[in-house]
């Protein structure tokens, strides 16, 4: 019997378990990270808290050594699938405020790219805020983001990229919207590891987001400002 297998999460006190869901994310263990959240949540811990110190933590420390070529590919995916997993688990208690809509979202990642955890996150705690959210996936051409603004008319568009050869492609999208005359008809906001302000700036966005409650935050700011203008003009 492995070491692994000696463990019982539920007898391990709530550092230990975080700790231990740590290593189970960087070990890909789904189950192990089902349990784990539904543990915590059973100890009453916040689900935005189970997110970012037991998952978002534990998925920042798979991003360093999979950068220093200690875990590869196929390694990071079984993790992505643990952390998907209690994504799932949290994701209607996030949502869970009975607010409101305060405005609609769709957000996606750029053509090129498939990393979606990050977006998926971002999209959650926008739906917990109180927003409507419509997650276009990843891959997506600038095709898809028009076909998205027809069909669902946002207040705002997230696009998210997670790498330097697929940041460019926000550009794309947003000159689109430039050529087509519909830029200012919404609130541009662009995230994703590799990007800054100053890229955000760059390519025209309305604000670059460091992280999912930044967006959240910077969401509500533009809708504020949206209603205002609204108000003062009627
Ligand atoms: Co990839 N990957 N990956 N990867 N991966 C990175 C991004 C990388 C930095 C790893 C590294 O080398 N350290 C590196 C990019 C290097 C670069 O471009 N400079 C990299 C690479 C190279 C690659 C491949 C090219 C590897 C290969 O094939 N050789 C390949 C590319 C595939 C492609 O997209 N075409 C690849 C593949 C993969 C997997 C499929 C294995 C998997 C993705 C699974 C999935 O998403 N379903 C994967 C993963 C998991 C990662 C790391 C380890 C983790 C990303 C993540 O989920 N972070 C990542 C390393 C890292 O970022 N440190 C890495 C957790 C998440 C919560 O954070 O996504 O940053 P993040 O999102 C944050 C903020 O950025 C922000 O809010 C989020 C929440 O707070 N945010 C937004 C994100 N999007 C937003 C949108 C908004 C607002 C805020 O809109 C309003």
């Known amino acids: 019997m492995s070491d692994e297998e000696d463990i019982v999460l539920s007898e391990l006190a709530d550092d230990e378990l975080v700790q231990q869901m740590h290593d189970d994310l960087y070990d890909g263990l789904k189950e192990e990270i089902e349990e784990g959240t539904n543990i915590l949540l059973e100890r009453g811990w ?33 993790s992505a699938n643990a952390m998907k997993a209690g994504m799932f688990i949290l994701r209607p208690l996030l949502a869970e405020t009975g ?18 955890i990050g977006k998926n996150l971002v999209g959650m705690m926008m739906e917990g ?4 959210v419509f997650n276009i996936g ?12 027809e069909q ?10 997670l790498l330097t050869t697929t940041m460019p492609y926000m550009k794309v ?31 025209g966005a309305d604000s670059y987001c460091r992280d999912a ?21 009627a």
């Open 46 to 78: 916040q689900p935005y808290n189970i997110l970012t110190q037991a998952l978002v933590e534990g998925m920042r420390i798979v991003g360093e050594d999979f950068r220093d070529g200690i875990l590869f590919v196929p390694e990071v995916l079984l």
């Open 99 to 116: 607010a409101p809509t305060l405005g609609t979202m769709v957000i996606g990642t750029v053509k090129g790219d498939i990393h979606d």
């Open 129 to 132: 805020a109180g927003f409507e």
């Open 138 to 149: 990843i891959n997506n051409p600038v095709e898809n983001f028009l076909e998205a603004i």
């Open 152 to 161: 669902h008319k946002p207040d705002i568009i997230g696009m998210s990229a």
């Open 173 to 203: 999208v947003i000159d689109t919207l430039i050529e087509k005359g519909m830029r200012d008809d919404f609130v541009v906001l662009v995230g994703g590891a590799p990007l800054n302000e100053e890229f955000g700036k760059a390519i």
């Open 213 to 233: 409650a930044v967006a959240v935050e910077t969401a509500k700011d533009f809708m504020k400002r949206k209603h205002n203008q609204m108000s003062a003009s």
